[in-house]
């Protein structure tokens, strides 16, 4: 069983910065696909960044890339995600989510909410325009 605690959401208005925090505990050598999803009221979960440590690959959603970097301290069990330049379009609920290694082998499987047994529960983000 793996637990994972997201922080650092909040409401900031567009153009500004939040860095999100997802510190896990458990048995968290069974997991080496590690993302971050977000959903806004009305949508469908959506993928928003992957990571596979230890090879250092990661995957983002096209409306992110070059906003959004995702990272790991595998020694603290906390995944990040800074977030730059936000939009209104980026507010939602925040998910971390881990599963298993075979997850990060293509973008398909890595931003697919389909596959990963385990996930937080959740911290807001509200960009205001």
């Known amino acids: 069983q793996v637990n994972l605690v997201e922080s650092g959401g909040g409401s900031v208005q567009a153009g500004g910065s939040l860095r999100l925090s997802c510190i896990a505990s458990?048995?968290?050598?069974?997991?080496?696909?590690w993302a971050w999803f977000r959903q806004a009221p009305g949508k469908e979960r959506e993928g928003v960044a992957a990571?596979?440590?230890?090879?250092?690959?990661?995957f983002y959603t096209d409306s992110v890339k070059g906003r959004f970097t995702i990272s790991q301290d595998s020694a603290k069990n906390t995944l990040y995600l800074q977030m730059n330049s936000l939009k209104p379009e980026d507010s939602g609920i925040y998910y971390c989510?881990?599963?298993?290694?075979?997850?990060?082998?293509?973008?398909?499987?890595?931003?697919?909410?389909?596959?990963?047994?385990?996930w937080g529960q959740g911290t807001q983000v509200t960009v205001s325009s």
């Open positions: 989510a881990a599963g298993g290694w075979d997850l990060c082998m293509s973008a398909d499987l890595a931003l697919g909410a389909g596959g990963y047994k385990y």
């Open positions: 458990g048995n968290t050598y069974s997991t080496s696909c």
């Open positions: 990571n596979y440590p230890g090879v250092e690959r990661r």
